[in-house]
């Protein structure tokens, strides 16, 4: 008997894209299914977790403002 897994439909910025891919490609535990260069199908399940992950990998990428020590 045939079983299905529930998905989401998740469109992003290709750059988000390949940052879901990196964190997907340790375990494969997110993706199902890699539709086109925006849109991805992703487990329910697993979303929070993604969400969760993606943000971690945004905010070590993301430049943090210098103190520019004009007082």
Known sequence: MPSGVKGVLV???PSIKAI???????HHDFIV????????VIKESKLPELKLRLEEELADTQMKPEDSGSD
């Open 11 to 13: 469109e992003c910025d």
């Open 20 to 26: 879901v891919l990196k964190i997907d490609s340790i």
């Open 33 to 40: 299914e890699d539709l086109d260069d925006q849109t991805l």
